[in-house]
């Protein structure tokens, strides 16, 4: 199961960060990311990580430079640090475990969700 905390309100500028609970058999073997949605919007990537081989990185053109993914053994715990926010990042963020790399999965054919973290950014 996927535990998903740490959304809030910021202003634009500022930073968030968001974490993710695995349990040791989701966690195992799999690759790990989020996925966001604004209102009216289809689901779209974020970022994901693979979770045992090297640390492997994927994140979307429109967070690189400003997001960043990491994981860690000891908590089971994927975190997202997000900075530099902007307004178009407001969404609800859902962590999402699969055993394949994740960038190239359609939302619908991932293996895990977590519950949503809203993101709200004002300008």
């Known amino acids: 199961q996927l535990q998903a905390s740490g959304g809030g309100w910021v202003q634009a500028g500022g930073s968030l960060r968001l974490s993710c609970a695995a349990s040791?058999?989701?966690?195992?073997?799999?690759?790990m990311g989020w996925f966001r949605q604004a209102p009216g919007k289809e689901r779209e990537f974020v970022t994901a990580?693979?979770?045992?081989?090297?640390?492997?990185?994927d994140y979307a053109d429109s967070v690189k430079g400003r997001f960043t993914i990491s994981r860690d053994y000891a908590t089971n715990t994927m975190n997202l640090q997000m900075n530099s926010l902007k307004p178009e990042d407001t969404a609800i963020y859902y962590c999402?475990?699969?055993?394949?790399?994740?960038?190239?999965?359609?939302?619908?054919?991932?293996?895990?969700w977590g519950k949503g973290t809203q993101v709200t950014v004002s300008s």
């Open positions: 999402a475990a699969h055993p394949t790399r994740i960038v190239n999965i359609i939302p619908r054919d991932i293996r895990s």
């Open positions: 040791g058999r989701t966690a195992s073997g799999s690759f």
């Open positions: 990580i693979s979770w045992w081989s090297g640390g492997v990185t």
